[in-house]
Structures are given as structure tokens and as C-alpha cells.
């Protein structure tokens, strides 16, 4: 039974408001979460209500979302006792009553999900991951991708590709992969020093080089690989990317290091870097509105490596759904604020497993403390999840909940 939910506004890493949300049950136990909030967002995301008063944080603050917490959301659950988190999470939806949680918020409705997910899991006496694991799915830690080099919307550098990302699929443990990933993330950093380039950070805690060719990018990070003493490739350490092209998609063209290209420019733009460098995943790489672009590219490339919808799947099952039947992409991203409950986020998860999608979970540029996303990772049993670079707080909270499981369950699978 809840006894109550509040919540608060506290800043996000990026110095913007969030909510903190606690749910606490009627046995005096209190479960927290953060809400994360990102910068390069799909269209069709559920709605992150903001005030919109200029004269706090610029119109970002979360007051009214916080409001709706502590008044709308408190009254429905106060004192209503609840089977599982679907309940829970069907209430909050019906609560909203729109199909895009515009009324009440995402960032209102996915904490009070998160939260409530904390308290069932601990009410049953399991850990988080463990309650998160559906019936039939074998639960594994994930492969970790880092993000070391920021562009597009989360660095002030030329760069228009958003991120380059270390995978290091070669290595045999989840430890090993952070190691790696985090020895490659020092060697890069030295390399980017001799070459003159500033080594400050973007959004995600990756370098933000002044460079605007992603192939210099791309063989810097070789580079990088090799100077640590990793192979390049997915016996060693590979490369994914996230262009989050749809940042750069303007009246049906690409803008990109000061080229204007078509969807099939693109694409074999694509073709070519994935024959040159060990890239081994794309993200993105076309815009949330370029279907037919989307098509193509994984009829050319979906056989190769793995494709990833993003900004044009929003973490919604039944845009998924209808992708698949539409062969676009092969991987969706998953991010629990794009959809904003927990329980709609392992429904996306069940139709990219029935439909033999691969699936990553992601968080956000903007992020808090919170390492929820670790345990959705390791539950899910999917394999892959990508939290920013191996540095900086609010993005080592993932990884590092990873090696606290990792630590306390030593027969659980890595999957990679
Ligand atoms: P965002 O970026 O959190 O700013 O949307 C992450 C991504 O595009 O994957
Ligand atoms: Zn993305």
C-alpha cells in the first residue's frame, strides 16, 4: 500500500530542474528516483512538462510538474494498495488520460513509476533488476558503450555527429569492458593533448575536440584503442555511433561538416566509414522523419551491423511495433522518460525481443544520481546499455551499480 508520493525540483547534470520522486509505502519504507531529461529529443516523445516562467531557470523549471506529483498523483495512490507496478502504472496513465502524459507530465508520471518499481521490488524482497526481469528472459549484465567523443546538441564544438562510443565487445567480463573502456577514455585524452586539442567535456563526459570531420574522430579513437593496448574490433574494443542526424536533417537534406547530402548520400556515406573503421552499431544515422531513408539503410547495411532507432521509435511499443512490420532498423534505443512509465518501457522491450530486435538501454544527457537504468539493463537480459563516458558522476553511477551487481551475482551471464 502507498502511503504517500512527493517529489521535488533538484538540478540535473546539466544545472537544469529535474524531479527527485519518493515513493513511500505504508510500512514507512521510502524508495527515491531521479528524472533524466534530454536535449536532442524525438518529436513523438511523451511531453516533459515545463513551467515556462521565464523568470525561473529560463522557463525550465519543473514546478508544475512537481505540483502534479504532491497533488494529482498523491491523492490517486495514497492509501490505494496495488498487485504489481502494471496497476500501478495503468493508474497513472488513466490518471493522465492523454497519449502523450501531456497533462500530468512524463517527467511527473516516470519518477512516482520508477520509485514504485524500488518499493515492489524491495516488498517482494529482491532486488531491483530481479523484479525487473519478465518470466522466460534470462537476465545478464550488459555490454557497456562509452561515450567519449560529444557533438551536435552536447558540445559547442563544429562536430555534427553526437557520439562516438567505445564498445569494447572483445573483453570477457563486465569488469574487463569498464577497464577498457576507461584505460582507452585516458589514452584518448593524451592523444587529444599532444594534437593541441582542448580536452574539455561535453554533455555526456566525453572529450569535445574543435575537429568536424567524424573520420578524424574516428581514427583518433582507433588510435586511442591501439595506444591502451586493445585491438580495434569486435574482438577487442569496437565503435558505435549516435549522429542523431535528425539535428542536421533541414528540408529534406543532411548538413553535415559543411556538406549538404540526400538520404542515399548518406547511407553510402555509412557504407564507406563502416569499411574504413570498426564500427560496429549506428544510431540515428538518418532522421526521425526519413522513413524511406530508414528503409534503405537497413537494406543496405542491416545485414552488417546493428541499425538503432532512436529519435524516430521513442521508446514507444507500438511506433516499434510498426517499424518492424516496416523493416526499419534492426535495434531500438530505450530510454524510460521517452515513454515515461517503467511498465510501457518492458513492453517496448517484449516487442523488440518477439520481433528479434536487438534493444540498448540509454540514458539521457541530462541525468541525476539515479542508476535505475543499470539494473533495467542487466533485467531485461538485452545486452548493451549506454550511460555517457567512464567519467563523471552522474554517468559512473550506472556503470558502477553494473559492477556492484556484477560483484554480488557472479554467475550471472555477460551478454555481448
Ligand atoms: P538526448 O541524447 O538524451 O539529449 O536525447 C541521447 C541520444 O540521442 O541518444
Ligand atoms: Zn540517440
Request: a negative charge.
Amino acid at each position: 500500500t502507498v502511503r504517500s508520493v512527493q517529489a521535488l525540483e533538484i538540478l540535473d547534470s546539466r544545472g537544469r530542474p529535474t524531479l527527485a520522486t519518493t515513493v513511500t509505502t505504508s510500512k514507512g519504507a521510502s524508495f527515491r528516483a531521479g528524472v533524466p531529461s534530454g536535449a536532442s529529443t524525438g518529436s513523438g516523445e511523451a511531453v516533459e512538462l515545463r513551467d515556462r516562467d521565464p523568470a525561473r531557470y529560463g522557463g525550465a523549471g519543473v514546478l508544475t510538474a512537481t505540483a502534479n506529483v504532491n497533488g494529482a498523483i498523491n491523492d490517486a495512490l495514497a492509501g490505494q494498495e496495488f498487485s504489481d507496478l502494471a496497476q500501478l502504472d495503468q493508474t497513472l496513465i488513466a490518471l493522465d488520460g492523454t497519449d502523450n502524459k501531456s497533462a500530468l507530465g512524463a517527467n511527473a508520471i516516470i519518477g512516482v513509476s520508477m520509485a514504485a518499481a524500488r518499493a515492489f521490488a524491495a516488498t517482494a524482497d529482491l532486488a531491483l533488476w530481479q523484479y525487473l526481469t519478465p518470466a522466460g528472459v534470462t537476465p545478464a549484465l550488459p555490454a557497456p558503450h562509452f561515450n567519449v567523443v560529444n557533438g551536435g546538441a552536447h558540445a559547442p564544438n563544429k562536430l555534427d555527429f553526437q557520439e562516438f562510443m567505445l564498445a569494447p565487445l572483445g573483453l570477457p567480463s563486465y569488469a574487463e569492458a569498464v577497464r577498457a573502456g576507461a584505460e582507452v577514455y585516458a589514452a584518448l585524452k593524451a592523444r587529444l593533448g599532444k594534437a593541441g586539442h582542448a580536452t574539455g567535456l561535453g554533455d555526456e563526459g566525453g572529450f569535445a575536440p574543435d575537429l568536424d570531420r567524424p573520420e578524424e574522430v574516428l581514427e583518433t579513437i582507433v588510435a586511442a584503442i591501439t595506444d591502451a593496448g586493445y585491438t580495434p574490433g569486435t574482438d577487442g574494443v569496437a565503435i558505435a555511433l549516435d549522429p542523431a542526424a535528425s539535428e542536421f536533417y533541414r528540408d529534406g537534406s543532411y548538413h553535415v561538416a559543411g556538406q549538404t547530402l540526400s538520404s542515399d548520400d548518406m547511407i553510402g556515406y555509412y557504407a564507406s566509414v563502416v569499411a574504413q573503421f570498426p564500427i560496429w552499431s549506428i544510431e540515428d544515422g538518418l532522421a526521425e522523419d526519413d522513413d524511406d531513408g530508414w528503409v534503405r539503410l537497413t537494406q543496405t547495411l542491416g545485414a552488417k551491423i546493428q541499425l538503432v532507432g532512436d529519435d524516430n521509435f521513442v521508446t514507444n511499443p507500438t511506433i516499434i511495433a510498426e517499424a518492424v512490420r516496416r523493416g526499419v532498423a534492426n535495434a531500438a534505443l530505450i530510454k524510460v522518460n521517452q515513454i515515461g512509465t517503467v511498465t510501457e518501457t518492458l513492453e517496448a522491450l517484449t516487442v523488440c525481443r518477439d520481433a528479434g530486435y536487438a534493444a540498448m538501454i540509454s540514458h539521457r544527457s541530462g541525468e541525476t544520481e539515479d542508476s535505475f537504468i543499470a539494473d533495467l539493463a542487466v533485467g531485461s537480459g538485452c545486452g548493451q546499455i549506454k550511460s555517457g563516458a567512464p567519467a563523471r558522476g552522474e554517468r559512473v553511477a550506472k556503470y558502477n551499480r553494473l559492477l556492484e551487481i556484477a560483484a554480488q551475482n557472479p554467475d550471472l551471464p555477460y551478454r555481448r
